[in-house]
């Protein structure tokens, strides 16, 4: 008996210790489970990682900075049908249970027993709590120490959050393919449509991605992803969200989505998008959180301009291109079997989308037959294509080239190699209204307005000439155009500037001098005003570094497309430099404007104006040259259109400036024009700084460029006279009015003679002028001479800088 009660203590004693130890381990592993675990009360001020999207000025979207494509949304912005949709594929009964769905955990159960068996990944039956829980507090791993804590964490989500609160999260939360994290990027991305859009059946197809986005990609597989979305249509006909005639409609309707994720829309501003990023991630205000941060980007962009801009360079370089021949296919092929899919690898700029890559089968003269890559079509290419192509290099049988179709025929077709970059500034504010950096931004990202520094060759002058202006000089005063050279030159050599036909012209006003861009009377009037002063004028006016040598004043230093282009905007403005800028204002995803460019006080702005003069703001940018000087020069600037070495672009009508400019051995050419409310700079050039060929100077390379993007310009902006002065005395001098500053109209020269033509003497500086004047247009010389220049039949040749 004894022996028995002592076995049953003894027992009894293991027993309590074993229920001991288990509550132990119980305790211990409970402790451990909750000591990681984070704090739900986090969520309610959660913001998962946002994009920032980037708009133009109009509020077209160009682009979207992001790690995760996600445009956040609230919960009563979301549709009610997209609500259903993802309730009735993920948790039908999300807005009855407290967190865990004890139903569908016991389905889950079931099919687990067979996933095990097989090997396959288990199912959790979460809800859509628990996927919040998961997603955003937890990892992703199929254990059942996460399932325990993806428990505990529902609970309290449940606790702290409202439903609505939770949904909320989860549907801006969730992966669904095609870089598309939440529903709204995912809405824009599979079908450019916003959430308001979206029919019943494509907020069913986004509701069937949770479970496995690449299982039911669209395009690669297309039976099962229109299998599940009519499986989610189904469930949400039987959870009473759809009407049996609304399921039929919705099942029978084809799965049409884009052929690929899409930033925006609008295509043709990836060098401006690029560059405005650059300048946002280097802003200490919010350019940490650029990628995440959920900004909303206001850009000085005008799509209407910047499309223009876009396709006036990719035309003039093209152009260009054209008029130095054909260089070959870009491969060649045999015909062999799979020959098509070889030519498909090599692709045409994107933003030339009717070309099509093609194999040339024969050639006969300047008959050739080829057949397309992409649709396997034959044909034939232009006759006057071949031609072009012939008189270069001869087209052959098997080469690879690129076509678009014209007319029933196929246009021959070739990248360009030379590339450039155009500008467009507004010279009152300094926004950047356009910009393209490159022939097409796929095929070189290189944004050559912004990053290429280059000699702008004679597209300076007009600096040497403000800073004259600036000083004792006027538009009608005299200045010698006659052999000069100077010591200093390489090797011991002397430097000596010369004209482009190396002809000299005598003494000329300043107007005449900058108008035919003559380079020995420009640095004749350098030396005179000084090179100090001049690089000093032209930092001030936004070109700093320059070195104060006399080869500077013929361009020999270096700009980009951008800088000197703003630089001119103080001569259409009045005299002010501005700063340019392409960002307008950014705000936060509260709508809080944290960065605004403008950035000038209005202490009125908030009172009524009824019956009262509305209040002025103070003029952007700093004074920089006098606005009597700003006038001189966009007077001047016009003669170089309309009389000098621009006038193929006089057709764009009065009020239109700009000066040429060509460096040594045609590296690159250049034009910047402007009018009172644009400032445009064109740049053409290789990227390895080679010559552009003979004659490809600023007046046949960049000024094309610039009149065919103005003619879209004009059309916004209508040229309007460039505003005089107040305390300006304007005089005419040789059948123009000129402006002078009060007290030096006195240096006007007298009137140009009327009579017949005198004989040329050295100091018939008129009659030089007009001897000069007729070989440009073709009158005759013995004709008696005219008080305004006829117009020139040819632009006059553009001078080169004569450097070493």
């Not at 009964?93 to 095990?116: C, E, M, T, W, Y």
């Not at 089968?361 to 037959?369: A, L």
């Not at 052999?483 to 190396?502: D, K, L, Q």
């Not at 000098?644 to 400036?657: C, E, H, I, N």
């Amino acid at each position: 008996m004894k022996i028995a009660e002592r076995w049953f203590v003894w027992a009894g004693m293991v027993l309590l210790g074993g229920i001991a130890l288990a509550g132990l381990v119980v305790a211990v592993y409970a402790a451990w489970l909750f000591h990681d675990l984070p704090d739900a009360s986090e969520l309610a001020d959660y913001r998962p990682p946002t994009a920032t999207r980037v708009y133009a000025g109009d509020g077209t979207l160009i682009g979207e900075f992001s790690d995760e494509r996600r445009i956040y949304v609230s919960y009563d912005q979301i549709p009610q049908p997209v609500i259903h949709a993802f309730l009735a594929a993920e948790d039908r009964n999300f807005f009855q249970h407290g967190g865990i769905d004890v139903g569908g955990i016991g389905r889950a159960s079931i099919k687990n027993v067979f996933n095990l068996a097989s090997g396959r990944r288990l199912e959790g039956g979460s809800t859509i709590t628990q996927q919040v829980a998961k997603n955003v507090l937890l990892t992703n791993e199929s254990s059942l120490n996460r399932k325990l804590k993806e428990a505990i964490l529902a609970n309290r989500l449940e606790a702290t959050l409202s439903k609505e609160q939770i949904l909320e999260l989860y549907l801006n939360e969730i992966f669904l393919g095609y870089r598309s994290f939440g529903i709204a990027s995912a809405a824009y991305n599979y079908f450019g449509k916003s959430l308001a859009q979206l029919t019943p059946d494509e907020a069913a197809f986004l509701a069937s991605l949770p479970k496995g986005p690449n299982n039911y990609h669209p395009k690669r597989h297309p039976g099962a992803a229109k299998g599940r979305r009519d499986w989610v249509l189904g469930e949400m006909e039987q959870s009473g969200w759809l009407t049996p005639e609304q399921l039929v409609e919705a099942r029978a309707k084809p799965l049409v989505t884009r052929d690929a994720p899409q930033r925006s829309d609008y295509k043709d501003a990836d060098f401006f998008v690029e560059e405005a990023r650059r300048q946002a991630a280097a802003n200490p205000q919010f350019g940490e959180q650029l990628r995440a941060g959920g900004f909303y980007m206001r850009t000085t962009l005008d799509p209407t301009l910047q499309t223009a801009a876009r396709r006036a360079l990719m035309q003039g370089l093209e152009n260009y291109d054209r008029r130095h021949g054909w260089r070959g296919g870009w491969g060649t092929t045999d015909f062999a079997d799979g020959w098509q899919a070889v030519a498909l690898k090599e692709q045409a700029p994107p933003e030339r989308r009717s070309w099509q890559a093609a194999a040339i089968e024969s050639v006969s003269g300047n008959t050739v037959r080829i057949r397309t890559a992409r649709d396997d079509k034959s044909g034939t290419l232009l006759a006057s294509d071949a031609a072009w192509a012939n008189a270069n290099r001869q087209l052959k049988r098997g080469e690879l080239i690129f076509v678009e179709p014209q007319g029933g025929q196929f246009a021959l077709k070739q990248v360009p190699r030379v590339n450039g970059a155009l500008v467009a500034i507004e010279p009152q504010s300094g926004r950047v209204l356009a910009m393209v950096g490159g022939y097409s931004y796929a095929l070189s990202s290189f944004n050559r307005a912004t990053q290429a520094r280059r000699q702008p060759g004679s597209a300076f002058k007009p600096f040497v000439y403000a800073t004259a202006l600036e000083g004792d000089f006027t538009p009608a005063s005299i200045v010698l155009d006659a052999p000069i050279s100077f010591a200093g030159g390489p090797n011991g050599t002397r430097w000596t500037p010369e004209n482009y036909s190396r002809q000299y012209y005598g003494p000329q006003t300043l107007r005449r001098g900058l108008e035919l861009s003559r380079n020995v009377m420009t640095v004749r009037l350098a030396q005179s005003v000084g090179m100090k002063k001049i690089v000093d004028q032209s930092a001030r006016m936004g070109l700093p570094g320059m070195t104060p040598n006399l080869s500077v004043s013929l361009g020999a230093g270096e700009v980009t497309p951008l800088e000197i282009t703003a630089a001119y905007s103080a001569f259409a403005n009045g005299g002010r430099r501005v700063t340019p800028y392409l960002i307008d204002y950014v705000q936060d995803r509260d709508g809080e404007t944290i960065f605004r460019a403008d950035n000038r006080s209005c202490r009125e702005c908030g009172r009524g104006f009824s019956g009262q003069e509305s209040p002025r703001l103070q003029q952007r940018g700093t004074q920089v040259i006098d606005p009597i000087t700003a006038y001189q020069m966009s007077s001047m600037l016009e003669g170089v259109v309309q009389r000098g070495t621009a006038a193929s672009a006089r057709g764009l009508g009065p009020w239109v400036a700009g000066k040429t400019g060509t460096t040594n051995e045609y590296r690159s050419a250049w034009f910047v024009g402007f009018t009172t409310d644009i400032v445009v700079g064109v740049f053409i050039g290789f990227d390895d700084n080679r010559s552009l060929g003979s004659g490809e100077a600023g007046a046949s390379a960049a000024v094309p460029v610039f009149t065919e993007f103005m003619q879209t310009a004009l059309k916004e902006r209508p040229a309007r006279p460039f505003v005089r002065p107040k305390n300006a005395i304007f005089r005419t001098v040789n059948g123009i009015e000129e402006a002078f500053r009060p007290g030096t109209e006195r240096q006007a020269p007298p009137p140009r003679p009327t009579g017949p033509a005198q004989p040329v003497g050295p100091q018939n500086y008129y009659e030089v002028i007009r001897r000069e004047q007729e070989a440009a247009s073709g009158a005759p010389i013995s004709s008696p001479a005219p008080t305004a220049p006829p117009p020139p039949k040819k632009a006059p040749a553009e001078d080169l800088s004569g450097l070493y």
